[in-house]
């Protein structure tokens, strides 16, 4: 395997994200209805990162395209909700997070044949395809985007076992959403075919003399990835009540790669912490103060660009990374105690 990435979880990092999801499960409690929102963005975007992290830290596909299908699923959840009435939660989430992991085999269809540098240069081509067709588009919202007037309903034939229009509820729905997608993928990375991807990720050329037939792995990741990434698209919808074709730009793309590096690549749970960590700072560095004439806050890119590099010189890694290493030390340490 390579340094990239870190399957199994110290111990220590173990406590530490069980620790992070005891925060998460009482956050609502303590913090305002703004930081509430806050956290449930955080959390979309913490699915959204593990979607990419399937293609780049597991099989090793880098997608600068993979915005399109977070932005599709949204598109799809305001194309379907009428003008005067909420939409059922329990068609439209299927069949938006089906839409974009159709998307994705399609264009996975051609973008798999190609390699490295190709595949990246043809996914952000076929990205922004999608993003000029909703932007110069008046049909589809054009540059303006559309608006969600109503959140889906959860009513089962006349009962209601939750609603998303309380804050409250629409976290514990992400909350709930991101630690299935989470337990789904640790599954999958130690299955066969996870293990597949891994193996296409080292050594293709190994796999396929072995007898794997690496496109099919490659298409079905490719897929499923767009597919997660709807799902993360249906959410954002269903809390801003806004979608735009900025969602399905570079930009947003370049933020999620940024958000799996800053994390960890290869193990899931590094995309969560990258995720949650990137929108912290994003805050952060989004609030500096005026120091003179100039505005810190006015150039947040700066200082996360200069931030990320720093990370990525001196923890490769990423957090988790960085996490067991020190780790590791503490251990060495008291061994050399003893």
């Known amino acids: 395997m390579t340094q990239a990435n870190m399957e199994i979880l110290p111990r220590g990092v173990q406590v530490a994200l069980f620790l992070g999801l005891a925060a998460l499960l009482a956050f609502p409690f303590a913090g305002t ?17 593990m979607s990419l992290d399937l293609l780049q830290g597991v099989t090793g596909l880098v997608s600068l395209g993979h915005a399109a299908y977070f932005g599709l699923a949204g598109y799809a959840l305001a194309f379907l909700t009428p003008q005067g009435e909420a939409v059922s939660l329990w068609w439209t989430l299927p069949v938006a997070v089906l839409g974009s992991g159709l998307a994705a085999l399609i264009i996975g269809f051609f973008v798999v044949r190609t390699r490295g540098i190709y595949f990246i240069m043809v996914t952000m081509a076929f990205a922004q395809m999608v993003f000029f067709l909703f932007f110069d588009n008046k049909a589809l919202g054009g540059s303006d985007g559309l608006y969600i007037n109503f959140r889906p309903s959860a009513a089962l034939f006349g009962w209601v076992p939750f609603d998303l229009d309380g804050k409250r509820t629409l976290y514990y729905f992400t909350l709930a959403a991101m630690l299935l997608v989470y337990a789904f993928l640790r599954r999958l990375l130690w299955s066969p075919f996870g293990r597949a991807l891994a193996g296409i990720r080292v050594n293709e050329h190994r796999m396929r003399a072995m007898g794997f037939y690496t496109f099919g792995y490659k298409l079905t990741a490719f897929t ?16 801003t009540g806004y979608i735009n074709p900025e969602l399905m730009g570079f930009q947003m793309s370049a933020h999620t790669i940024m958000m799996v590096v800053l994390g960890g690549m290869g193990n899931i749970a590094g995309a969560m912490v990258g995720a949650f960590t990137f929108e912290y700072l994003l805050h952060v560095f ?40 020190f780790g590791k030390r503490g251990m060495d340490k008291e061994n050399q105690d003893e």
């Open 33 to 49: 209805e703004f930081y509430t929102e806050m956290v449930t963005r955080m959390m979309i975007m913490a699915i959204f990162a």
């Open 224 to 239: 499923l990835a767009g597919g997660l990434a709807g799902l993360a698209g249906y959410l954002w919808g269903t809390q």
């Open 286 to 325: 989004k609030d500096l103060p005026q120091v003179g004439s100039v505005n810190l806050g006015k150039h947040w890119q700066l200082w996360m660009g200069l931030f990320i590099v720093l990370l990525v010189t001196f923890a490769p890694r990423g957090l988790l990374g960085l996490a067991e290493r």
